[in-house]
């Protein structure tokens, strides 16, 4: 009895254990045009919504890049603001590290937030903060991302790309950027 017992607890835990590992990234590619041309070189980001995910891939000479996180291939299904950056100081051939060019878009959307906040007033209400407010002079915006592409792409706020990754095996997102 306690073998069968073994056994059928052992049986029911099986798809419970295959179940574990997380969501399934999807594989995500895609080609980068500029003004209907492949942008080769650039940088291609996908953050989730809510901030917590990125996804990152590179493009090559014919525009096409493929998403990763890490080592990982592919990205998590859900809704997504995308970035494209082109790092003029870099060779074209040379690879951007995309998590390198995630860190730094963070830190100028953080920089951009602090020198708006700086601008509107944000320091205390005391009479040496108030008097400081009063001769300062006004906070200056951080300089954008160099971005041999227009610098709407490269802040999450005012990027006007997104993708949704739907469940799957494969998908296609294919992202067109006009210079005006």
């Known amino acids: 009895m306690p073998r069968i017992l073994l056994a059928l607890v052992l049986a029911g835990s099986l ?16 080609v980068v045009t500029f003004d209907g041309k492949p942008v080769e070189g650039a940088t291609v980001t996908f953050v989730s919504e809510d901030g917590k995910n990125s996804f990152s891939g590179s493009t090559d000479a014919s525009g096409k890049y493929s998403l990763q996180e890490g080592e990982k291939v592919g990205a ?7 970035l494209v950056v082109k790092n003029p100081h870099k060779a074209s051939s040379e690879v951007v590290d995309p998590a390198d060019s995630m860190k730094m878009m963070k830190k100028e959307d953080e920089e951009a937030h602090k020198a708006s ?7 205390g ?6 008097m400081m407010k009063s001769v300062a002079p006004t906070a200056a915006a951080p300089a954008p991302l160099k971005s041999d592409l227009p610098t709407v792409y490269a802040n999450s706020t005012s990027t006007p790309l ?6 799957g095996e494969q ?10």
């Open 125 to 130: 209400n005391d009479p040496k903060s108030k």
């Open 117 to 123: 906040k700086a601008a509107s007033g944000g320091g």
């Open 171 to 180: 998908a296609t997102i294919n992202l067109e950027l006009k210079s005006k």
């Open 76 to 82: 998590l299904p859900g809704a997504y603001k995308v």
């Open 15 to 30: 798809p419970v254990l295959a179940g574990c590992g997380g969501p399934k990234l999807v594989p995500v590619t895609g």
């Open 162 to 167: 997104t993708a949704k990754v739907e469940k």
